[in-house]
């Protein structure tokens, strides 16, 4: 019989067969004043980001050319410690669904990671933030082909870890299972609180309990077309009508990029169907809480039919939230931290960022 999740909390996580347990890793227990999934949730948006660059940080702005004949680029942020660790990878975090380089979690982990002695590159997707004058196209929940490009643009031989939040875990995760052996320096990736099943998702969000977040999320995705300089008055015209989410995939997204429609565009490119295909060393984290994306959608899958991917699954945390009793770096980037150190055999570092503001 399949071995199925059970919903777990605090240091009740599921094991992996890997080179890594899940019981490795802190529990999260959520601090005050922060309780439930939606304060969780909210709590960036409300406090806004408090995650300092460390002293010394050198920075070099990246353009990256894609190779799909458009001529879109992406822009990133490479930033380098003052003292890097020894055989330090480079960690690329990517931001998700209506975010870039300055979205408060992407912040947070970066300066988690610097102060630790690694250095970062925030990639902007396609269309997003800092690499919007530099594209005519933008990105989605399965395009993997700009990332696989972006991978295999960087400078230095070093090797590579990827974060990916939301929209650009699933991304990650179906990139894994299509392009991951395509890129030699690939060490290992995380993908944080990731609509592995799409269509299921996108039901949750449309519930009458999530109205504001399906507001605020469709208005970001309409600014983000608007934005887009390859616009056609006819999609105009559609942005003016459409009114959930749903309806943006089926008549903005789908047609866009050759999909019959909103349910073709999910099926195709929910990462959930591509889990067992990965090979890279994978933490996967996601909160059983978290108002927008189902719980089932992770305690239903057989874990065990993959030993390279770690799941880790706290009965709560929000969407990308996690904000940690101890009051210092958010719980996930903890982990992250822990799982990029013993992926390069190294001893766990000391966390050196400051304490995070309640």
């Known amino acids: 019989m399949p071995r199925k999740a059970e919903p777990v909390s605090g240091r009740r996580l599921l094991g992996s067969t890997g080179m890594l347990r899940a019981d490795a890793f802190p529990r999260f227990v959520p601090r005050a004043p922060w309780w439930g999934p939606d304060l969780q949730t909210l709590r960036n948006t409300l406090r806004g980001p408090v995650a300092v660059r460390p002293e010394g940080t050198r920075t070099e702005r990246l353009t ?74 933008q990105y989605h929940a399965g395009r993997t082909g700009d990332l696989r490009d972006a991978l295999l643009a960087l400078p230095g031989s070093e090797s590579l870890v990827v974060v990916g939040y939301s929209l650009a875990g699933n991304m990650l995760l179906k990139f894994l299972a299509e392009h991951g052996a395509e890129v030699p320096r690939l060490l290992g990736a995380v993908a944080v609180s990731a609509p592995i099943d799409l269509a299921r998702s996108s039901a949750r969000i449309l519930e009458a309990r999530n109205w504001a977040y399906h507001r605020h999320l469709l208005a970001g995705m309409k600014r983000e077309a608007l934005a887009a300089s390859s616009l056609t008055d006819e999609e105009h015209g559609i942005l003016r009508e459409v009114r959930t989410i749903v309806e943006f995939d089926e008549r903005i997204v789908a047609p866009r990029n050759g999909f019959a429609g909103a349910e073709d565009y999910y099926a195709r490119n929910h990462a959930r169907r591509f889990l067992a295909e990965i090979r890279i060393e994978t933490l996967v984290i996601h909160a059983l809480d978290d108002p927008w994306i189902p719980g089932r959608l992770y305690t239903d899958f057989d874990w065990s039919t993959n030993p390279r991917l770690v799941p880790l699954l706290p009965a709560g945390g929000g969407h990308v939230g996690f904000h940690a009793a101890d009051a210092r770096t958010p719980w996930h980037d903890r982990c992250v931290l822990r799982f990029v150190a013993r992926l390069t055999g190294a001893e766990e570092a000391e966390e050196r960022a400051e304490p995070d503001a309640a």
Request: aromatic share 2%.
């Open 64 to 137: 990256l050319a894609l190779r799909d004949g458009s001529g879109d680029r992406l822009s990133a942020l490479l930033e380098r410690p003052r003292e890097t660790r020894p055989d330090a990878p480079l960690v690329v975090v990517i931001h998700g669904l209506g975010g870039d380089e300055t979205s408060a979690y992407v912040q947070a982990t970066a300066a988690a990671l610097l102060a630790s002695g690694y250095p970062v590159l925030r990639l902007n997707l396609r269309g997003a933030g800092p690499s919007r004058p530099l594209c005519r196209q």
